[in-house]
């Protein structure tokens, strides 16, 4: 069975640091390029970075480039995020996501449960 | 910044049929994918390359598309498809991104 799954959330202070870490199994991930998708609460899910299969290229959008950053250990079947200089914004349910397709036609495929970030103070 | 644009909710009766529709200039260039979400679960894809449903998505789900308007189709609504629906595509004014719509919430009365 293809399953993803997610740990290392948890309450932080802003300005903190939080380190998540997706673990896959059923697959070998050095074959699928991931992503992490992040969901605030009541709100719909926000793409937040892509890692391609070798780790180059990487993507992020605007809100947490500098501050997030993402890696891969393909030996170990593991997808990280690394979060810093954390904000009450960045407070959501992290998902990791394996991408499918290519091109013009990609798509999220599965996702794993989450694991829920909160910052405050 | 790049949206799709999604009605916020919308009412079928069981075995009747429901279209969402999804809005926004990067459907004439990239394909859309749908996500089901019911409450506490993370999402679920149901469609994929505007038309493909993988493997286990009843086939009351189906998907078209035209111009910069994506839809997908329940025909025959059941009660467990009561969940929120989501597309997502690529951004096109953006080196690499992908953009979720805002959602659509399916009541199934």
């Known amino acids: 069975e293809v399953r993803l799954e997610e740990s290392g959330g948890g309450l932080v202070q802003p300005g903190g640091p939080l380190r998540l870490s997706c673990a896959a199994s059923?697959?070998?991930?050095?074959?699928?390029?991931m992503n992490w998708v992040r969901q605030a609460p009541g709100k719909g899910p926000e793409w937040i970075s892509y890692?391609?299969?070798?780790?180059?290229?990487?993507y992020y959008r605007d809100s947490v480039k500098g501050r997030f950053t993402v890696s891969r250990d393909n030996a170990k079947n593991l997808l990280f995020l690394q979060m810093n200089s954390l904000r009450v914004e960045d407070t959501a349910l992290y998902f990791c996501?394996?991408?499918?397709?290519?091109?013009?036609?990609?798509?999220?495929?599965?996702w794993g449960p989450g694991t829920l970030v909160s910052v405050s103070s | 910044s790049f949206e799709l644009t999604q009605d916020p909710g919308v009412s079928v009766a069981p075995g009747q049929t429901v279209t969402i529709t999804c809005q926004g200039d990067?459907?004439?260039?990239?394909?859309v994918s749908w996500y089901q979400q019911k409450p506490g679960l993370a999402p679920v894809l149901v469609i994929y390359?505007?038309?493909n449903r993988p493997s286990g998505i009843p086939d009351r789900f189906s998907g078209s598309s035209s111009g910069d308007t994506a839809s997908l189709i329940i025909t025959g609504a059941q009660p467990e498809d009561e969940a929120v629906y989501y597309c997502?595509?690529?951004?096109?004014?953006?080196?690499?991104?992908?953009?979720f719509g805002t959602g659509t919430k399916v009541s199934v009365l």
């Open positions: 996501v394996r991408e499918r397709g290519g091109g013009r036609s990609s798509w999220f495929d599965p």
């Open positions: 059923g697959f070998a991930l050095n074959t699928y390029h």
């Open positions: 890692i391609s299969r070798d780790s180059r290229p990487i």
């Open positions: 990067s459907l004439r260039v990239y394909f």
């Open positions: 390359g505007t038309n």
């Open positions: 997502k595509s690529r951004d096109n004014d953006a080196q690499y991104s992908y953009v």
